[in-house]
Every structure is written in structure tokens, then in C-alpha cells.
Antibody, heavy 122, light 113 residues
Framework: QVQLVQSGAEVKKPGASVKVSCKAS????????MHWVRQAPGQGLEWMGI????????SYSQKFQGRVSMTRDTSTSTVYMELSSLRSEDTAVYYC???????????????WGQGTLVTVSS | DIVMTQSPDSLAVSLGERATINCKSS????????????LAWYQQKPGQPPKVIIY???TRQSGVPDRFSGSGSATDFTLTISSLQAEDVAVYYC?????????FGQGTKVEIK
């Protein structure tokens, strides 16, 4: 079955960077786009960006432009999301989520990874 | 950006009663080339990631009970739980996937009265 397994919780200081991984299994990794979404404590869902695992091309939310980088490693079927210049407002659960459309990014998100809590605190 | 606005923010419904959640988009998300509404509904239970329950505004995801239904078109959409069960307590989000950036409603918390 399609499964996305994310890396463990992180605690970072303001100004630092964090890199979260998302390992995919159960399908052809390069055939489906991957999104990143975050959720601050008690808040709603916020889309951060998308990566095409085949080409590596990305598109980011304007809010995170210049601070976020999404990459992939096709040899391990893993996508990464790195967020830099962390501040307290970046404390959130970060999710990867697959677009279920074959080679087509404009669809719903299914499935989602289990989430990675990133805490930014001095 | 397309703004998604849900109402109400929360609702309490008795077991077995109907729950209705509304979602309004700031512009039409009906795509003319496929005549489909690019809208999904997600259910999120505490401590879990969201799970899609409805896509294309009215198509139920495999395995989702038929008490969940979606309706609407263009800018106005509704998620209905026909007979609320205890396991339906969750936060529900609508999402548009018509254009980037993908955007979500603020969420509606459903509780038992």
C-alpha cells in the first residue's frame, strides 16, 4: 500500500534550519508529485510547496519563497523539505502529502505522512 | 490566491442527527475543460494527519461511509454527515486544487451535543 514515513521530531533554535524527510513506498516514486503542508498548534492547514520527484522541479508558496527548499533522492524514494531562518512562528507539524494524479499535480492530497513536529525555541 | 471560507467554525450535533458544513471559494473552482469542481474535503482527528473523504466535490473516497456526502458547484459547497456517529468527531477542512497555491478553509470542528 502507498505509505509515506517522515523523520522524527526536531527542536531548533531561532535562526537555525531544519530538514525533514519523507520516505515513500508502495508506488512508483517518480510518477506522482509531492506536497508539503504545515499545521501550527491548534491551527489550520497551510500549503508550503510542491516537488516533481521525476524532474526535481519545485513551486513554493510566496510566503516561504527564499526560506524553503524541497529536494528529492530518487535512489531512496525520499523527498526533503528544508526550512531556514527559523522563528518561533515556524513551530508546527510538517506533513508531506502525495498528489494521487499520475504525472499531474492538480488533485487532492492522498495519502499524508504521519507528520513531523518542529519546535523552534531558544 | 483563492480564499476558502468555511461555516460554521464549530457545531455540536446529537448522535444520529445531520451535520452540515459549508465552504465558499472566492472564485469559481469549476474547471471548464473537465466540467469538474476542484474541491476536496478532509477529516482530521486529534493527533492524526488529515484524511481525504470527498474529492471532485462529491466523489466519496474508497472506504468512506456513505453517510458522508458532498455537493455544490462553482463557489458554494457543502459537506453533509447524514447521521452523526461518535467516530465522526473531528475537524473538517475543504480545499481547492484548481490553482496554485492550493488553499484550505479554516476548518470546522464537529462535536457531539
Amino acid at each position: 500500500q502507498v505509505q509515506l514515513v517522515q523523520s522524527g521530531a526536531e527542536v531548533k533554535k531561532p535562526g537555525a534550519s531544519v530538514k525533514v524527510s519523507c520516505k515513500a513506498s508502495g508506488y512508483s516514486f517518480t510518477d506522482y508529485y509531492m506536497h508539503w503542508v504545515r499545521q501550527a498548534p491548534g491551527q489550520g492547514l497551510e500549503w508550503m510547496g510542491i516537488i516533481n520527484p521525476r524532474s526535481g522541479s519545485t513551486s513554493y508558496s510566496q510566503k516561504f519563497q527564499g526560506r524553503v527548499s524541497m529536494t528529492r533522492d530518487t535512489s531512496t524514494s525520499t523527498v526533503y523539505m528544508e526550512l531556514s531562518s527559523l522563528r518561533s512562528e515556524d513551530t508546527a507539524v510538517y506533513y508531506c502529502a502525495r498528489d494521487p494524479g499520475y504525472m499531474s499535480p492538480f488533485n487532492w492530497f492522498d495519502p499524508w505522512g504521519q507528520g513531523t513536529l518542529v519546535t523552534v525555541s531558544s | 490566491d483563492i480564499v476558502m471560507t468555511q461555516s460554521p467554525d464549530s457545531l455540536a450535533v446529537s448522535l444520529g442527527e445531520r451535520a452540515t458544513i459549508n465552504c465558499k471559494s472566492s472564485q469559481s473552482i469549476l474547471y471548464s475543460s473537465n466540467n469538474k469542481n476542484h474541491l476536496a474535503w478532509y477529516q482530521q482527528k486529534p493527533g492524526q494527519p488529515p484524511k481525504v473523504i470527498i474529492y471532485w466535490a462529491s466523489t466519496r473516497q474508497s472506504g468512506v461511509p456513505d453517510r458522508f456526502s458532498g455537493s455544490g458547484s462553482a463557489t458554494d459547497f457543502t459537506l453533509t454527515i447524514s447521521s452523526l456517529q461518535a467516530e465522526d468527531v473531528a475537524v473538517y477542512y475543504c480545499q481547492q486544487y484548481y490553482s496554485t497555491p492550493w488553499t484550505f478553509g479554516q476548518g470546522t470542528k464537529v462535536e457531539i451535543k
